[in-house]
């Protein structure tokens, strides 16, 4: 019985953490934006392969590619934020 209870405790703690640092990944300016970081232009978003597809399930990701730099680079979906009513 306690075994039980351990394992489900250990899942939900775990499960805990993932969100926590899913939401704070998500906040990040740094891993949101979709500025180049090397030339500062706006990036292109472009197809996304299996593995990127398969990491989305957990963590929202976008692929962008910038024209100028000529590189691929992944960034995190920003969370949604609802307006607040006036």
């Known amino acids: 019985m306690s075994f039980v209870l351990s394992t ?3 899942l939900g703690v775990i499960t805990a953490v993932f969100f926590l640092i899913r ?11 979709t ?15 299996v593995v990127v ?4 399930s ?4 976008r692929t962008l590619f910038c024209r100028a ?8 979906k920003p969370l949604r934020t609802a307006a607040l009513p006036e």
Not at 23 to 33: K, V
Not at 53 to 56: D, T, V
Not at 58 to 61: I, N, R, S, T
């Open 58 to 61: 957990a963590l929202p990701m």
């Open 23 to 33: 939401q704070s990944l998500r906040r990040s300016e740094r891993l949101t934006g």
């Open 8 to 10: 489900i405790v250990t």
């Open 53 to 56: 597809k398969a990491i989305s």
């Open 35 to 49: 500025q180049c970081p090397t030339c500062g232009r706006e990036m292109d978003r472009i197809h996304r392969n």
């Open 69 to 76: 730099c000529k590189k691929k680079r992944y960034r995190v």
